[in-house]
């Protein structure tokens, strides 16, 4: 690639362009991604028990006189072909609307308006919080000799062995009822967002830390940072702005596979803490059988997850160039 | 020449080395995970109590030497419970596994060897799996076929399925064009054969130590969805169920929920160091 373009090109401007094309070749599959998903749900919600139109007009708790269920079978056009149905479908999904929630008797896209910058606060935070824990717990503490890396490592593998709702459920009972540092439940304040966030940090960063620390120690070996040293670094230095990039990659290929962790985590841990979140009200749904919320929510997790996996992958390729050289 | 020799005096050395006592925490999360292994097949072993008996009088008391890990909110006996819980966290565990290994296989099977197209459908259908976290596979799967403890093992099954998937995928590929396959067409076996003596044997024992820790994962999300009340019925000695009836009393009794959750991580700990000294002990043999 290289050979071919003439050397007035500015290369941060190419690797620019490249991740450019990169991340639309992403999205484009990320978009037929989704479009499946839509689909499996939407003959999913075909093969349920049930007449949809009852759905639609308040659930088996309704009970709508037949002049309405004809309406309504009309309005929603349930009396055309199935093929036109599902365009409609795929219609009605395009424009936002992802149906009425029969428990909440609320259009699920406002549900999930008012309730999805709690959980994305959750896991941001979450996540954040973990990659923090990592970085000062492997670049202080990778290479410094067996006993403070075994300690490191025991830590590491006991951390990423807690289920979020057991660490939860103790972090609940010691900081919140034994030491009442923080409320118990609750998502109004900042307080009430860390016991949740380190219950869901935790076990991740036990997990990401037990890869970045076996990448930093390699990467401690390499003559480049030896050449670092020689230059009269100071420790520090070295692992924090020479090693570490090249130690992080493991870890950041993991945090796709960490996100979805994480919001798996979000359900539990909104739960336990009695948080307001798009997790709660998806375990509500499957509680109430109520399917059209449970499908809503579900889509718009697979969104965000199947984006969020498309981010980390363009991250990646920023991060080591050398990927994208292998790409393209 | 010397190098052969040499190879060939040291090898029983090696061999002895290799079966010398597992390091201390190998060791343990083994004695750990086998005497799980008992309480499942013989819990009255360990305890003679009825895990399911209720003494009003009893309620809340906390650890002591009568009661071990105490007594919950009827007045039963938390050890026994979790000693009789241990066949049905395990049952669910290894079900659950095996199920999510039965697709994965058959999905990584069909795409590694059914050619491009197929490959490529399959790849697209792991793709969309992979668009729900496992917990929200499982959750989809609860709404749809409701709750219970044959669809809490399905579920959990599901979760973890495309993961194995395109694992079992990925070996497949390396696998298939190995000598030995070669070798086995060559000598004009049939597909089937090669496919079930030569190709699956291969492909799945690096694997084998993934399952190890599988079986753990499997125990933890299992758990997650009896604790959001949607596995096994309360009365029934479930680590995830006694934790989640636990959660309630958690202000005055903290070890109605701590042991069982520390049984539970106790159970993944050990299956991670097993499958982590497992493979190192394979290292040699793995690609």
Known sequence: MS??????????????????????????????????VATLTFFALRLMPGDPVLAILGGPSANPTPEAIEAARVEFGLDKPLAVQYLFYLGRLLQGDLGVSYSQHLPVTRVLVEQGGATLELTIAALALAWLLVLLLT???????????????????LSAALPHFWLGVVLLAVFAFGLRWFPPAGSDSVASLVLPAFSLAIPLAGFIAQVTRESLELTLEQPFVLTARTRGLSDLAVRFRHALRHALLPGVSLSGWAIGALI????????????????????????????????????????????????????????????????? | MTDLTLDRTLAPLRRQ?????????????????????????????????DPLAIVPRDAFQPPSWAHWLGTDQSGRDIFARIIHGARQSLLIGVAATAIAMAIAITLGLLSGLGGARVDRALGWL??????????????????????????????????????????????????????????????????????????????????????????????????????????????????????????????????????????????????????????????????
């Open chain 1, 3 to 36: 050979t071919t373009t003439p050397a007035v090109i500015d290369p941060r401007r190419e690797r620019l362009v490249a991740l450019g094309r990169r991340a639309a070749i992403r999205l484009g599959g990320g978009v037929l991604v989704l479009w499946a």
């Open chain 1, 139 to 157: 670049v202080v503490t990778a290479g410094r000799g067996r006993v403070v890396g075994g300690i490191a490592s025991l830590a590491e593998t």
């Open chain 1, 264 to 328: 798996s985590g979000a359900v539990v841990c909104e739960v336990i803490f009695s948080r307001k979140g798009i997790g709660r009200q998806l375990y509500q749904a499957v509680q109430a059988q109520d399917m059209p919320l449970v499908i809503g929510i579900s889509l718009v997790v697979a969104a965000g997850y199947v984006l969020a996996n498309i981010l980390v992958d363009l991250l990646y390729q920023w991060i080591d160039p050398r990927q994208q050289e292998a790409a393209a």
């Open chain 2, 17 to 49: 080395r290799q079966w010398k006592l597992p390091p201390v925490g190998a060791s343990l999360a083994i004695l750990f995970l086998s005497a799980l292994l008992l309480a499942a097949l013989a819990p009255g072993l360990f305890t003679r109590i």
């Open chain 2, 126 to 287: 792991l793709e969309v799996l992979f668009a729900f976290p496992s917990l929200v596979l499982a959750l989809l799967f609860v709404a749809v076929f409701g709750s219970g403890v044959g669809p809490l093992i399905v579920a959990t099954g599901l979760g973890g399925a495309p993961g194995y998937a395109r694992m079992v995928r990925g070996q497949v590929l390396a696998v298939r064009n190995a000598g030995y396959i070669e070798a086995a067409r060559a000598l004009g076996h049939p597909t089937s054969r090669i496919v079930l003596r030569q190709l699956l044997p291969n492909a799945m024992r690096p694997l084998l130590v993934t399952l190890t820790m599988g079986v753990g994962q499997a125990i933890v999300w299992a758990s997650a969805l009896s604790f959001l009340g949607l596995g096994a019925r309360p009365p029934a000695p479930e680590w995830g169920t006694m934790l989640s009836m636990g959660r309630d009393f958690i202000a005055n009794a903290w070890w109605l929920t701590f042991f069982p959750g520390l049984f539970i991580v106790l159970t993944t700990l050990a299956t991670t160091v097993t499958g982590r000294y497992l493979q190192q002990r394979l290292e040699g043999r793995l690609p």
